[in-house]
């Protein structure tokens, strides 16, 4: 699967555009339970707003939805879901709230305001990458154990947990692409001393 990126806090942004207020929302997330809950949040920080345009895009299931929230259709949630886009950001709900300063802003001024105000936010966003890596627990000789650690350090394969008993367990993960690499690389190197077990995967 392609890595993604997702946000690692919420982040604000705000420009005024001929005296309306574009105020711009994102917020990590994960399900669609919590999309309505944030979306209620917002409006509550925000009452009286003219228009709570948004968009959202879930990673599990790959849902993606963008409202214009009254405006007029695609001068809203469209140009900021196409930010979401263009960076791959994922498992976030981007609002941009629209306090009316009275004066029309036309259709290609409405889609300019949206897009800029989501384009500020994701800017500046702390943006963090996810790999889809396979989940291996190896029970490894002691004798094997500093030699392994060394080794995978030359690669991308992560040792997340360590346990020591009469055989040492490692959690490690190790990208999606490179497992068939992995699993042969530890039955020669090792010579078969270290058994692994496959236990799923996950984003990191």
Known sequence: ??????LAQTTTGEQVIDKSRFIGIAV???SLEQIERALQKIREDYPNARHYVYAYRLHDGFIEK???DGEPQGTGGRPVLDILQHRN???VLLVVVRYF???LLGTGGLSRAYRGTARQVIIEAELIKLTHY????LSV?????ELLKYQFNQHTWLIHKEEFGEMIKLLVHVPEQETEVFKKWIDDF???QVYYEDCGSAWV
């Not at 699967?1 to 997702?6: G, H, P, V």
């Open 89 to 91: 950001v994922w498992n």
């Open 190 to 192: 090792t010579r078969k």
């Open 134 to 137: 396979e989940v291996y627990v």
């Open 28 to 30: 990590p997330l994960t």
């Open 141 to 145: 000789p002691y004798v094997w154990f």
């Open 101 to 103: 300063g009275g004066i």
């Open 66 to 68: 963008a409202s214009d």
């Open 1 to 6: 699967m392609e890595d993604f990126y997702t």
